[in-house]
């Protein structure tokens, strides 16, 4: 199962992370969003594992709880979709110069 945590400290690295998840089972992957230009995280995240009995455990065990400093929001993360907002400053990527006058 794919989970989605948001609110977390920008020290907090992947491995702080991984070991958070770890008690309450196996953890396959930890991924902290990070910017492009800086390299800093965005303060979110996903962690992936593989059971998802286990993975439930670890949403309800770490939802709301302190990490570092800030509390995280731990939930089953959503799929992208594909209507997102974006592009050049305009919600659905139109260009400001295309906009009808």
């Avoid at 196996?26 to 969003?33: A, F, M, P």
């Avoid at 492009?36 to 770490?62: D, H, Y």
Wanted: proline share 5%; aromatic share 6%.
């Amino acid at each position: 199962m794919d989970i989605y945590v948001g609110g977390l400290s920008y020290g907090v690295t992947e491995e702080d992370l991984k070991r958070a998840f770890e008690g309450f089972g196996k953890v396959e992957s930890v991924n902290i969003i990070k910017d492009r230009l800086t390299g800093k995280s965005k303060g979110f995240g996903f962690v992936q594992m593989p059971i998802n009995e286990e993975a439930q455990a670890a949403i309800e065990g770490l939802n709301g709880k302190e990490l570092k400093g800030r509390t995280m929001t731990v939930n089953k993360a959503r799929p992208r979709s594909d209507d997102r907002q974006g592009g050049r400053g305009r919600p659905g990527g139109r260009p400001w110069s295309d906009r009808p006058r």
